[in-house]
């Protein structure tokens, strides 16, 4: 039998060995690196915390377990006990508290696995790494589960134990003890395994339950609401101290009255084992208070002296333990000892005396003083507990839920200031080598929006649509002219009766429609075609009728052959019969629409503008052209300001009235002639501008023309290239420079030449505003691009859904979290998080995507 016992008892260091070491690979292997500024970008730190939320603790537990057991085995005799160990071991509260929470949130670290690996295919590739590298071949999802059944072998091998150990044997009693004990904890895990298979739906029903038991409590089930625990106390009132009862929940607490039921009890439905309700089902409460956890506050006492307090009681609760561990030990003395006995027994009565007495005289160490924040000032109300550590767990608890409330009140509130969300990353298949996005752009009209995204590669110039509905999708891409597309306005439709106009012809500026079939025969992809076969299937004529499609939402494309292009916005580019094409003599740089009045810049330095006739359709027969720059200092881009359009002429800004069309102002941006402007985005008075070859934007006052200062971008992207290849990062930080700038809402979004996308929070400018008070955070954003950022557009998505929401009641998507999209349109996808890890790093480097985020 003993030999057996032995066996045993060797099968359990093995078993416990194996454990451990499985505990210590989750934690060396897979928690800290996740943690490391090594692989920082790879998942958050707030993921890998819940994925192993208490695992190092049960660690800690269980490595001074098998270290006791070694030395029981190094020491190995018949008379040797463990059955005071596992007692030891698995009846403090620590280690039930430990296994309780990591059940609790097994389920939630199985989902942030599942979740992770799905939305992160580098964090998925780190764990396959990690479990080919265990010598089981075991993955995360199995080696997290041991803490599950470890327990329940516990007890099948005490069972075991007890079968093989004498009732005479001095471990018996002990092995009988911590059978029970493990089979508690055992229990205790099973209950939460099955309260986490359904956290949300147990939630409710656990709250319905409690609503149920307490008269006069209404309006408590709520899917954002958790219950945390239940406390008797005693509260001082005008009448005496009162027996009272505090539920306390995620964001509030509930005060009632408290009396025993006398009769029958009435039996609450739906109540499960373990649950709070059963506990509470032979009382009578009486809603007395309702109180949100905002509204309340904690009146701090003198916290050093009750700490000295908690000190000393604490050190007399060891001397107590310790001494009476003398006593035991004292009786196996051969030798005469009845004097060490008196001794150790006075001093155990002292001690326990010294005890009571500090209970019943340190009775504020029981003692909380809430403050309530009401409409008519101030209350307060003292709380006695029935003991100093049950007021110390509640007061944990209380801090606990009013920070997480806090925390959520400020990402609602400020959300804003959080990591935009991404939506979707949209892949867009070249059909013809070099094609690159070059500008993008939403439709205008009443339906769901569209984005219309143009590439080209210098012969062909296509447009994709971009539908947003049900989901982000590309539904088609066709070529639309036989050169580059430079720049992309959406412009307004107008109500009118829909007159037809009659446009001649003009010097310099020629209107043509074309006839296109239906299988779109005259768009031409292959590299073959050219503008002058294109010219030989236009119409000529001396006057055209332009499309009375022409008073709705209009799309008008600019291209680098001087042409614009102009479609109305619901229109099926591949198999539209009718365009409106108008030549210029000079390339057009940009578009805008503006008052009524469509201003177009070209590269010989003027600036055309068009306006709407009374019948709502554009009259490009007599259109007005200003002067602003020069074929050497064209116009290239053009942004509307406090009533001005600001006009970049390579390296200098001209403001321009677009009242009198005269130059009234023009200043110097940048004194070298190499850095021409590029990018420019407002936001208010803010006016940012990037130049050419340069990781520096600067900010402008938009309306007294001052700089007011700038910021370089180059720290913030090569933080997020860290994890990249060196010669990747190197090559990448050398030519670095700012390619698109987008103000939406409270952010300033930057492109960059790296891939990386920024965002910056945009400084408040008055009108007296001299210089930036402060120095601006610039952070990146984990998703971009490999190659370059092309373009960031926004479209409102707002009024696509309404519409949808008519169409579809039930409707529901991701993208109903925010009323604006941010676009980024760039050369392949890149999750800078996990660059480094990336076993096909470059994968999507010749494919253009677009990126998607909620703001």
Same mark, same amino acid.
């Given at each position: 039998?003993?030999?057996?016992?032995?066996?045993?008892?060797?099968? /359990?260091?093995?078993?416990?060995?194996?454990?451990?070491?499985?505990?210590?690979?989750?934690?060396?292997?897979?928690?800290?690196?996740?943690?490391?500024?090594?692989?920082?970008?790879?998942?958050?730190?707030?993921?890998?915390?819940?994925?192993?939320?208490?695992?190092?603790?049960?660690?800690?537990?269980?490595?001074?377990?098998?270290?006791?057991?070694?030395?029981?085995?190094?020491?190995?005799?018949?008379?040797?006990?463990?059955?005071?160990?596992?007692?030891?071991?698995?009846?403090?509260?620590?280690?039930?508290?430990?296994?309780?929470?990591?059940?609790? #949130?097994?389920?939630?670290?199985?989902?942030?696995?599942?979740?992770?690996?799905?939305?992160?295919?580098?964090?998925?590739?780190?764990?396959?790494?990690?479990?080919?590298?265990?010598?089981?071949?075991?993955?995360?999802?199995?080696? /997290?589960?041991?803490?599950?059944?470890?327990?329940?072998?516990?007890?099948?091998?005490?069972?075991?134990?007890?079968?093989?150990?004498?009732?005479?044997?001095?471990?018996?009693?002990?092995?009988?003890?911590?059978?029970?004990?493990?089979?508690?904890?055992?229990?205790?895990?099973?209950?939460?395994?099955?309260?986490?298979?359904?956290?949300?739906?147990?939630?409710?029903?656990?709250?319905?339950?409690?609503?149920?038991?307490?008269?006069?409590?209404?309006?408590?089930?709520?899917?954002?609401?958790?219950?945390?625990?239940?406390?008797?106390?005693?509260?001082?009132?005008?009448?005496?101290?009162?027996?009272?009862?505090?539920?306390?929940?995620?964001?509030?607490?509930?005060?009632?009255?408290?009396?025993?039921?006398?009769?029958?009890?009435?039996?609450?439905?739906?109540?499960?084992?373990?649950?709070?309700?059963?506990?509470?089902?032979?009382?009578?409460?009486?809603?007395?208070?309702?109180?949100?956890?905002?509204?309340?506050?904690?009146?701090?006492?003198?916290?050093?002296?009750?700490?000295?307090?908690?000190?000393?009681?604490?050190?007399?609760?060891?001397?107590?333990?310790?001494?009476?561990?003398?006593?035991?030990?004292?009786?196996?003395?051969?030798?005469?000892?009845?004097?060490?006995?008196?001794?150790?027994?006075?001093? /155990?009565?002292?001690?326990?005396?010294?005890?009571?007495?500090?209970?019943?005289?340190?009775?504020?160490?029981?003692?909380?003083?809430?403050?309530?924040?009401?409409?008519?000032?101030?209350?307060?109300?003292?709380?006695?507990?029935?003991?100093?550590?049950?007021?110390?767990?509640?007061?944990?608890?209380?801090?606990?839920?009013?920070?997480?409330?806090?925390?959520?009140?400020?990402?609602?509130?400020?959300?804003?200031?959080?990591?935009?969300?991404?939506?979707?990353?949209?892949?867009?298949?070249?059909?013809?080598?070099?094609?690159?996005?070059?500008?993008?752009?939403?439709?205008?009209?009443?339906?769901?929006?569209?984005?219309?995204?143009?590439?080209?590669?210098?012969?062909?110039?296509?447009?994709?649509?971009?539908?947003?509905?049900?989901?982000?999708?590309?539904?088609?891409?066709?070529?639309?002219?036989?050169?580059?597309?430079?720049?992309?306005?959406?412009?307004?439709?107008?109500?009118?009766?829909?007159?037809?106009?009659?446009?001649?012809?003009?010097?310099?500026?020629?209107?043509?429609?074309?006839?296109?079939?239906?299988?779109?025969?005259?768009?031409?992809?292959?590299?073959?075609?050219?503008?002058?076969?294109?010219?030989?299937?236009?119409?000529?004529?001396?006057?055209?009728?332009?499309?009375?499609? #022409?008073?709705?939402?209009?799309?008008?494309?600019?291209?680098?052959?001087?042409?614009?292009?102009?479609?109305?916005?619901?229109?099926?580019?591949?198999?539209?019969?009718?365009?409106?094409?108008?030549?210029?003599?000079?390339?057009?740089?940009?578009?805008?629409? /503006?008052?009524?009045?469509?201003?177009?810049?070209?590269?010989?330095?003027?600036?055309?503008?068009?306006?709407?006739?009374?019948?709502?359709?554009?009259?490009?027969?007599?259109?007005?052209?200003?002067?602003?720059?020069?074929?050497?200092?064209?116009?290239?881009?053009?942004?509307?300001?406090?009533?001005?359009?600001?006009?970049?002429?390579?390296?200098?800004?001209?403001?321009?009235?677009?009242?009198?069309?005269?130059?009234?102002?023009?200043?110097?941006?940048?004194?070298?002639?190499?850095?021409?402007?590029?990018?420019?985005?407002?936001?208010?008075?803010?006016?940012?501008?990037?130049?050419?070859?340069?990781?520096?934007?600067?900010?402008?006052?938009?309306?007294?023309?001052?700089?007011?200062?700038?910021?370089?971008?180059?720290?913030?992207?090569?933080?997020?290239?860290?994890?990249?290849?060196?010669?990747?990062?190197?090559?990448?930080?050398?030519?670095?420079?700012?390619?698109?700038?987008?103000?939406?809402?409270?952010?300033?979004?930057?492109?960059?030449?790296?891939?990386?996308?920024?965002?910056?929070?945009?400084?408040?400018?008055?009108?007296?505003?001299?210089?930036?008070?402060?120095?601006?955070?610039?952070?990146?954003?984990?998703?971009?691009?490999?190659?370059?950022?092309?373009?960031?557009?926004?479209?409102?998505?707002?009024?696509?859904?309404?519409?949808?929401?008519?169409?579809?009641?039930?409707?529901?998507?991701?993208?109903?979290?925010?009323?604006?999209?941010?676009?980024?349109?760039?050369?392949?996808?890149?999750?800078?998080?996990?660059?480094?890890?990336?076993?096909?790093?470059?994968?999507?480097?010749?494919?253009?995507?677009?990126?998607?985020?909620?703001?």
């Amino acid at each position: 039998m003993s030999d057996t016992r032995t066996h045993v008892v060797v099968e /359990l260091y093995e078993t416990e060995r194996s454990y451990v070491e499985s505990l210590q690979i989750l934690v060396m292997k897979y928690l800290q690196p996740l943690k490391s500024s090594e692989y920082s970008g790879l998942v958050d730190v707030a993921t890998v915390d819940e994925i192993f939320y208490k695992i190092p603790e049960i660690l800690a537990h269980h490595e001074v377990f098998l270290e006791e057991l070694r030395k029981r085995l190094e020491n190995w005799d018949i008379n040797q006990k463990v059955g005071d160990l596992f007692l030891d071991t698995f009846t403090k509260q620590s280690v039930i508290d430990t296994y309780t929470e990591f059940i609790n #949130n097994w389920e939630n670290a199985k989902e942030a696995i599942k979740t992770t690996s799905h939305s992160k295919p580098a964090f998925a590739r780190f764990l396959d790494a990690m479990a080919r590298e265990h010598k089981g071949k075991l993955a995360l999802d199995s080696l /997290l589960i041991m803490p599950v059944q470890r327990i329940p072998r516990y007890e099948l091998l005490i069972q075991t134990l007890i079968k093989h150990t004498d009732d005479a044997h001095g471990d018996a009693s002990k092995l009988t003890a911590a059978q029970q004990a493990v089979h508690e904890l055992a229990v205790t895990i099973n209950l939460g395994q099955h309260k986490t298979l359904n956290p949300r739906s147990s939630n409710c029903q656990e709250l319905t339950q409690i609503e149920s038991i307490i008269d006069g409590l209404a309006g408590l089930s709520s899917p954002e609401r958790t219950f945390l625990g239940h406390d008797q106390v005693s509260i001082t009132t005008s009448q005496g101290r009162k027996e009272r009862a505090l539920f306390l929940f995620s964001d509030l607490l509930v005060i009632t009255t408290i009396k025993r039921r006398s009769g029958t009890i009435r039996k609450i439905p739906q109540s499960t084992p373990g649950s709070i309700v059963g506990t509470l089902e032979g009382n009578k409460f009486k809603l007395l208070m309702k109180i949100p956890l905002n509204d309340l506050e904690i009146v701090k006492a003198k916290d050093d002296n009750i700490r000295k307090m908690l000190k000393e009681m604490e050190q007399l609760n060891a001397d107590v333990s310790t001494l009476s561990q003398m006593a035991e030990l004292v009786t196996t003395l051969h030798c005469p000892h009845s004097q060490l006995e008196e001794n150790i027994r006075e001093m /155990l009565s002292a001690l326990n005396k010294q005890l009571v007495d500090r209970h019943a005289a340190d009775s504020q160490l029981s003692f909380l003083e809430l403050m309530i924040n009401t409409s008519g000032g101030q209350e307060n109300i003292a709380l006695t507990f029935s003991k100093p550590e049950k007021r110390t767990s509640w007061e944990e608890q209380f801090n606990e839920a009013k920070q997480s409330e806090l925390l959520v009140k400020t990402a609602s509130t400020c959300g804003r200031r959080m990591i935009p969300e991404l939506v979707s990353a949209v892949p867009i298949r070249k059909t013809r080598a070099g094609l690159q996005f070059t500008c993008a752009a939403p439709t205008f009209g009443p339906g769901p929006r569209d984005v219309w995204v143009c590439n080209s590669d210098g012969y062909v110039g296509q447009v994709c649509i971009l539908s947003l509905h049900p989901e982000p999708t590309v539904t088609s891409c066709n070529g639309v002219c036989n050169a580059r597309i430079l720049c992309i306005a959406p412009v307004p439709g107008q109500s009118s009766n829909e007159v037809p106009a009659c446009v001649n012809c003009n010097s310099g500026i020629s209107i043509s429609v074309e006839d296109t079939d239906e299988s779109g025969a005259n768009i031409h992809l292959d590299s073959s075609s050219s503008s002058s076969e294109e010219e030989e299937r236009e119409d000529e004529c001396d006057s055209h009728v332009v499309p009375e499609g #022409n008073v709705a939402g209009t799309m008008w494309l600019g291209t680098e052959d001087g042409c614009i292009h102009v479609y109305n916005c619901n229109d099926n580019i591949r198999t539209k019969k009718n365009k409106v094409k108008i030549q210029h003599n000079a390339p057009v740089h940009t578009i805008i629409y /503006l008052e009524n009045r469509v201003f177009v810049a070209l590269a010989n330095g003027d600036v055309t503008v068009y306006l709407r006739e009374p019948s709502g359709n554009w009259n490009t027969n007599d259109a007005m052209t200003v002067t602003v720059g020069s074929s050497v200092m064209p116009v290239t881009k053009m942004v509307p300001i406090s009533g001005r359009l600001w006009c970049s002429c390579h390296t200098s800004i001209k403001i321009l009235n677009t009242t009198s069309f005269l130059v009234e102002h023009s200043f110097v941006v940048s004194g070298e002639s190499n850095r021409s402007i590029t990018s420019i985005a407002v936001s208010g008075l803010s006016v940012w501008i990037s130049l050419h070859n340069s990781s520096t934007i600067r900010l402008f006052h938009g309306t007294t023309y001052e700089w007011l200062g700038e910021v370089n971008v180059a720290p913030a992207v090569t933080k997020m290239l860290a994890s990249s290849d060196d010669i990747i990062r190197q090559h990448k930080a050398a030519c670095l420079r700012v390619t698109s700038l987008l103000a939406c809402k409270d952010l300033l979004w930057i492109g960059t030449s790296a891939g990386v996308i920024l965002t910056m929070p945009l400084p408040q400018i008055s009108a007296t505003t001299a210089k930036l008070s402060s120095n601006l955070s610039v952070t990146g954003v984990p998703h971009g691009h490999t190659g370059h950022v092309r373009f960031l557009t926004t479209v409102d998505i707002s009024v696509t859904q309404s519409v949808e929401r008519r169409r579809h009641s039930t409707y529901h998507n991701k993208q109903d979290t925010g009323k604006l999209l941010v676009i980024s349109g760039g050369d392949g996808y890149e999750d800078f998080r996990s660059a480094g890890l990336s076993e096909v790093a470059g994968r999507e480097d010749s494919t253009n995507h677009l990126l998607l985020w909620n703001v």
